[in-house]
């Protein structure tokens, strides 16, 4: 990699939307700060973009529609790609670090399905790979798990790293409304995407727990590793029973240690100790810090062994926010070619085996709707019993001519959970599951 002792640092960006314009503008609004702290100018080489004539909003002497010329040529130092998706991202980027040239990304799904490639391309030419943006937008959360904390053993990473489904779950909480009708409100007020489904399903939030997960752990994991549900399921009754216990509903990612080995565990990797990565919405205490976490906010708890617990929060999408983000990797980047410095490298030396979600020790909140009279909650410990699964809690209310009963299980396996639910819904005594959710949040 060439010295840039006093030269300019010169910057491709790849893609000008939202975001790739608030790059432009902060890197035009702040040329002299940012000349400052790098110790070099860092200049727009060119802007590559698929309909020049749509962006006015930047110089028109920088827009090419020849992203590949771009990328490989000798003007260009660091490559900022805010385009998304697979290709041509990819292959772009590929490119970029092979030929020794710094990459600044936000493309969460890029990294979460070929992060290995794209850092080996990076080990190869010694170039820089940075994209705190990937993950909850303007919060520095990568840099913290992959340097701040690199000398403390993290043992749980869990937050709320989607804003649209965020800020649906918040709707359906306040008002009491269903998932439906709160999504169409979230559509027309623009939180939600016309085509909502990477956010609902959950797509978005587990490319993001697949990167935190690798950095956390130290181990490499794929979006396709990641345990997935979405929000759609959600209903006002999951809410409101959540309420009645003074807890609320989240969709949260959720990285974590978790043992491997025992009688009853089916996985092939020796006893010792594996990751669980998840997506899913939990109930979970409204004291806990990510219930306070409201709207398109995001927010993600870390607990590391030393440093114990730790609250990231704030914007985790939109053009400015993510901007920031890129920004700061930029910054990084420039300041590691002025200086020859060179920034953090893949960890996955601990290659721990991501724990299927079957075997993943879990809590459920089971609300059904039973006859009223006496034997039925036997019957239906009986059922918990027989799946070796605990009780924590219970609560019966009486009606007229039925009841509610609320159980909260103690750690079980997911898979147990399930049986013992579905074994359940079948009692002729009950009437109605009502609502089943997972707890997180709270040790019992
Ligand atoms: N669509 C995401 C969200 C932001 O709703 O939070 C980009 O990752």
């Known amino acids: 990699m060439a010295s840039h002792e006093g030269k300019p640092i010169r910057v491709a960006l790849l893609g000008c939307g939202t975001v790739g314009t608030e790059v432009v503008r902060l890197l035009t609004d702040q040329a002299a700060d940012l000349t400052a702290r790098v110790g070099a100018p860092v200049q727009v080489a060119g802007i590559a973009v ?20 771009l990328v490989a040529s000798d003007d260009v130092d660091v490559i900022v790609e805010v385009i998304g998706g697979i290709e041509p991202a990819r292959t772009l980027l590929l490119s970029a670090l092979r030929a020794g040239k710094s990459v600044v990304t936000a493309n969460k799904a890029l990294l ?29 959360l990568l840099r913290p798990l992959r340097e701040s904390l690199a000398g403390d053993r993290i043992t749980r990473v869990m937050g709320i790293v989607n804003g649209t489904t965020n800020f649906i779950l918040s709707g359906m909480d306040s008002t009491g409304a269903s998932y439906a009708e709160t999504l169409e409100e979230a559509t027309r007020l623009g939180y939600a995407e016309a085509d909502p489904t990477a956010d609902v399903d959950g797509f978005d939030a587990a490319s993001k727990a697949a990167i935190l997960a690798s950095l956390a752990f130290h181990s490499r994991v794929t979006a396709a590793d990641v345990h997935r549900e ?67 906010f995001n927010a993600v708890f870390v607990e590391a062994d030393a440093a114990g617990e730790m609250m990231f929060y704030g914007q985790g999408a939109g053009g400015a926010p993510t901007a920031s983000a890129v920004l700061g990797d930029l910054v990084a980047v420039a300041r590691n070619r002025v200086h020859r410095g060179r920034g953090p490298r893949e960890s996955a030396y601990a290659a721990l085996p991501v724990r299927p979600m079957g075997q993943t020790p879990t809590r459920y909140h089971i609300s059904l709707d039973v006859a009223d009279r006496a034997g039925v909650l036997s019957q239906v410990a009986a059922v918990f019993a027989e799946h070796d699964v605990s009780i924590a809690a219970v609560r019966q209310e009486g009606r007229v001519d039925d009841a509610s009963l609320v159980i909260v299980t103690h750690a079980a396996t997911d898979a147990a959970l399930r049986s013992t639910v579905d074994k359940i819904g079948g009692l002729p005594v009950v009437r109605e599951v009502v609502s089943v959710m997972r707890v997180e949040g709270e040790e019992i």
């Not at 698929?50 to 962006?55: A, D, E, G, I, L």
């Not at 399905?113 to 303007?138: I, N, P, R």
């Open 50 to 69: 698929r309909r020049p004539n749509k962006h006015r909003e930047v110089p028109a002497e920088l827009l090419t529609t020849d992203a590949e010329a």
């Open 112 to 140: 979460a399905e070929h992060s290995a490639e794209l850092f080996e391309a990076s080990d190869a030419s010694g170039a820089d790979l940075y994209f705190e943006a990937a993950v909850a937008g303007a919060i520095p």
């Open 230 to 296: 979405g929000i759609a399921s959600v209903s006002a009754a999951d809410i409101a029973a959540a309420k009645a216990l003074g807890r609320t509903v989240k969709l949260l990612a959720i990285c974590e240690r978790v043992p491997i080995g025992g009688a009853d565990d089916q996985t092939t990797a020796d006893d010792g100790e594996g990751i669980s990565v998840r997506v899913h919405p939990a109930m979970i205490p409204t004291s806990h810090p990510l219930a306070s976490v409201h709207g398109a």
